[in-house]
């Protein structure tokens, strides 16, 4: 950097040209003229390329199952090793290539479930201002002394001290 502030000094204020500067320093003249002209001497980030994965011709395929198993019972849900044996499967048929290992699976499976997890946390701040209510009514059976009885509820709770009123 030293170099180049030097060479941008001579030209600048002394206002030799590139070709007496590149006599004087020994640099080349393409070299002085770059670091005159360059007004950015920043490094430039290099572009990090996005290679194609073993598991993206499988990718949509198995975020399918997983969205499907949102509807199915816990214990009938697909296990990452049920996932690389149905995918043996379909390589079996010919519906598939197959190219990925058991352990390519379970971190395709673990990225996915991060994907379609519907489990998001929200949390709304609660206000609760002095004097409010919340009121709600319904009817009620209830038993009193062995007999059955139909009636209704009236509820109010105060949200700021949470006290309740309740009559049936």
Do not use: C
């Amino acid at each position: 950097m030293n170099q180049i502030y030097d060479i941008r000094l001579i030209h600048d204020m002394e206002g030799k040209s590139i070709r007496s500067i590149a006599r004087e320093t020994g640099f080349d003249r393409t070299t002085i003229s770059k670091y005159v002209n360059q007004e950015d001497f920043d490094p430039d980030v290099p572009i990090k390329q996005k290679r194609s994965r073993k598991t993206d011709p499988y990718r949509a395929l198995v975020k399918q199952w997983l969205l499907d198993d949102f509807k199915a019972p816990r214990k009938q849900r697909h296990t990452a090793q049920r996932v690389y044996d149905r995918l043996l499967e379909l390589h079996k048929k010919g519906d598939l290539v197959l190219k990925a290992s058991p352990r390519t699976i379970r971190s395709l499976v673990a990225e996915l479930r991060e994907e379609v997890k519907q489990e998001t946390v929200v949390y709304l701040p609660l206000d609760h201002p002095t004097g409010e209510a919340q009121i709600d009514f319904g009817e009620l059976s209830f038993y009193e002394k062995g007999v059955l009885y139909q009636g209704y509820l009236f509820a109010m709770t105060f949200p700021y001290s949470d006290a309740k009123f309740v009559q049936i």
